[in-house]
């Protein structure tokens, strides 16, 4: 894979969320990211977002092949390993290393670029936590179904059917 760099200078983010409005349809990123432990670390890059048109990761590690995922609303299927409603990359970076992490989005509509990266272990429970949030909720709205279906079968009033 070769990654073709942007001809205009980096700028730095400043704020939480990159929102680059409606009037770039493509947008760069990149960043370092460093393991200062003496161990394999394992990572996930989490984008916020799932309406993207196209999102390309690029991990570049010192000698080593450039390691290219593709993501995108538009796609037929994604080529991130990560079965995950939001586009997320996994990497490792060996210890003592750092790596350098380009990121190219393109989307027709808004493009806000909300990135958050945790450790594996980070990503599993904060996947854990949202399943049992949408469990709750929609385990709530099954419950309220079969009430108002009960109370149907025993008061055959009509009006029920609409709640």
């Known amino acids: 894979a070769i990654v073709e760099m942007p001809s205009t200078e980096w700028k730095v983010i400043n704020g939480s969320i990159p929102n680059f409005g409606n009037g770039k349809p493509t947008v760069w990123l990149k960043t370092k990211i460093k393991n200062n432990s003496s161990e394999l670390?394992?990572?996930?890059?989490?984008?916020?977002?799932s309406y993207l048109d196209r999102v390309e990761f690029y991990l570049i590690k010192e000698n080593e092949k450039i390691q290219e995922k593709t993501?995108?609303?538009?796609?037929?299927?994604?080529?991130?390993?990560?079965?995950?409603?939001?586009?997320?990359?996994?990497?490792?970076i060996p210890g003592q290393s750092e790596v350098n992490i380009y990121i190219k989005a393109y989307n027709s509509g808004l493009l806000t670029i909300p990135l958050r990266l945790l450790s594996e272990k980070e990503f599993v429970d904060k996947i854990k936590g949202e399943y049992l949030i949408h469990g709750i909720y929609f385990g709530s709205i099954i419950a309220l179904f079969f009430y108002n279906l009960f109370i149907f079968i025993i008061t055959k009033e009509k009006s029920l059917l609409y709640y």
């Open 41 to 49: 670390q394992s990572y996930v890059l989490e984008l916020g977002v």
């Open 71 to 92: 993501y995108g609303a538009i796609l037929k299927r994604s080529e991130t390993e990560l079965n995950h409603r939001n586009p997320s990359f996994d990497f490792k």
